[in-house]
């Protein structure tokens, strides 16, 4: 049987967990401000999605293929998420990807 990493066997187990979870289109969030912020060094921690645009319509990875993985979160939006809650999202890049992440999946580097 061939070794996998620790990052295969959590998103297994997380996919495991959602199997009807899909990446893609989502409902669009309404935006309430977005705004530039001195650039901070994050990781990313928890479950959930990295999405492609600030009104957080294509979700485009899972978050738990880079836990742990090091970024930059420079911009942060307020949103009416889905649910009908606000939320705050933070813009995050390094050098392999992008995108929008809600602020409770991120900690402290």
Wanted: avoid cysteine; aromatic fraction near 12%.
């Amino acid at each position: 049987m061939p070794k996998i990493g620790n990052k295969q066997a959590k998103r297994d187990g997380f996919m495991a967990k959602h199997p009807a979870t899909k990446l893609g289109k989502k409902k669009a969030a309404k935006l309430t401000s977005n705004q530039k912020m001195d650039p901070k060094t994050v990781r990313l921690i928890n479950n959930g999605y990295i999405y492609r645009n600030r009104n957080l319509s294509y979700a485009s990875h899972f978050i738990v293929s880079f836990n742990g993985d090091k970024f930059t979160a420079n911009r942060k939006t307020t949103v009416i998420s889905r649910n009908g809650k606000r939320a705050v999202y933070y813009h995050v890049t390094n050098s392999k990807l992008s995108g929008w992440v809600w602020h409770g999946n991120t900690d402290k580097y």
